[in-house]
């Protein structure tokens, strides 16, 4: 009986018919229907058909949701809502336009300042690449200023896998991928020759770009950067990429007024001629950072996390986060007793989920909670979390964006 309650849970609530097949949805059940019963869905506010989801947290505890909405032929808008007690505000719009990048992995991002503006990013073709696009709000996102780039150099190349953050000063800093070093191939696909370079720049209040910076000159082509704040300043992590193609998760620290020179978070020494499409997660309070991630070195795939309790300067052993078929596509986030909550995907025959599992920094990992069953091909994008109080919130793509909550898990 209670098997088959949690069967027509899964099918109901989360809109998989079709997508996840009768064993995948038995599997999860088995795997654990307590579960299945902590997570509540939040009814959605994005149209059918929307993706690229994101989550952000203000410093006064509201959770905003941003998402992408095909508006017609080659158009798409960028649109938010907030939480609001069991469910989501009316959504509105950021910016609409044509020729904007939909893509499952390079996906726009949102974020509240420790001023109160918000600021949101999305990307917009430019001849054979692509620019970022930033739009910033200063009246609780009611209006939205003239979209700007952050970068100078013109070039008609790749830009994006954006992350932004508060730079040392409160200001709005972003740090993304940058193609401007590399050529197009000869058939007019893929990167060509060159490097994949990490950059970053601080913008100030009236729009004034300040301190471009290339922080490392080879990275992995496209793979998702993270951002977070520490007690001494902001860390950044990213896939790297060494002249042997062993593509490892680097992190940069600001040191006394300047960026750091990369260092590993852990050698892995998966070795790849191609990119993973897989980044990392950092989360931060204090000096305590925790950074999540994929790799198949050996080709093993797992999703590892290590801690850090001296603001990313070194870090422990990883801990293994995952149930032995991961996909990746991790988000992290601490928790007040210096745990780790991660969120990835899982590989399951039929299909796939959203997991969640608590980690300490001493090795100790809780149960895997799965948050809702999932396919795992590339249009499934990547899972987003998010803390509101005492509750976790959960955002993925399915038929459109979905999300979720629970109550933040027992010791």
Known sequence: MRFTTC???????FEIIGRLGMIGAMTLCLFSALAVAQVRELPSPAAAGSGQP?????TDG???LSWLERT???RHALRFAIKEGSGWSAPQTIAEGAGWVANWADFPSFIALPDGSLAAHWLVKNGSGYDVNIARSFDSGKTWGKPFVPHRDGTPTEHGFVSMFAAPDGSLAAVWLDGREMKPSADGHGHGNGNMTLRYVTIKRDGTLTGETALDAKVCECCQTSAAMTANGPIIVYRDRSDDEVRDISVLRWQAGKWSMPRSVHRDGWQINA???NGPSVTASGKRVA?????????????YAAFSGDAGETFSEPIKIDDGNPAGRVETLLLSDGSAMVVWLEKLEGGGAVRARRVWPDGKRGEAITIAPSG????????QMARSGDKLIFAWTGSRVLT??????EK
């Not at 950074?291 to 999703?303: C, L």
């Not at 979720?404 to 898990?409: D, R, Y």
Request: aromatic share 10%; hydrophobic share 45%; charged share 15%.
């Open 62 to 64: 509201r959770v905003y």
């Open 72 to 74: 017609g032929e080659g």
């Open 404 to 409: 979720a909550e629970m109550p933040l898990p």
């Open 291 to 303: 950074v999540a991630w994929f790799t198949a070195a050996n080709n093993v795939p797992r999703v």
């Open 7 to 13: 069967f027509n849970e899964i099918i109901g609530r």
């Open 376 to 383: 795992t091909a590339r249009s499934s994008g990547f899972p």
């Open 54 to 58: 994101n989550l952000a947290v203000a």
């Open 275 to 277: 990119c993973p499409v």
